[in-house]
């Protein structure tokens, strides 16, 4: 059984910089994906960042450039750094996990069936 633990949020004024961090137990079966999601009061969960077993990244347009998601194989710990943080990436982070079966890597809820209980990350003004 997969589980994964959120860390690292926090608040942070416009402009500065977060890393949070999601923990798993060790996967026992490939191939994987993980991804980051986020969710503000009153809007939909949005897919932030992901990446697959090979390395591969995808990034919503709202974050390229300045998000980068990494995995740790070693460590299994998958990370997203947050730079040039502003107020509208205020949410509920939570990283999701796709282990086994068929590859997938995007950034729709419905690929990972394994969610972790999430991280407030707030940017101020």
């Known amino acids: 059984q997969v589980q994964l633990v959120e860390s690292g949020g926090g608040s942070v004024q416009s402009g500065g910089s977060l890393r949070v961090s999601c923990l798993h137990t060790k996967f026992t079966a490939s191939p994987y994906s993980m991804a980051w999601f986020r969710q503000s009061p009153g809007k939909e969960r949005e897919g932030v960042a992901a990446?697959?077993?090979?390395?591969?990244?995808m990034y919503a347009h709202s974050v390229g450039g300045r998000f980068t998601i990494s995995h740790d194989n070693i460590e299994d710990t998958l990370y997203l750094q947050m730079n040039n943080l502003q107020p509208e990436d205020t949410a509920m982070y939570y990283c999701?996990?796709?282990?086994?079966?068929?590859?997938?890597?995007?950034?729709?809820?419905?690929?990972?069936?394994?969610w972790g209980q999430g991280i407030q990350v707030t940017v101020s003004s």
């Open positions: 990446i697959d077993n090979l390395g591969r990244t």
């Open positions: 999701a996990a796709r282990v086994g079966g068929t590859w997938a890597l995007g950034l729709r809820s419905s690929f990972f069936p394994v």
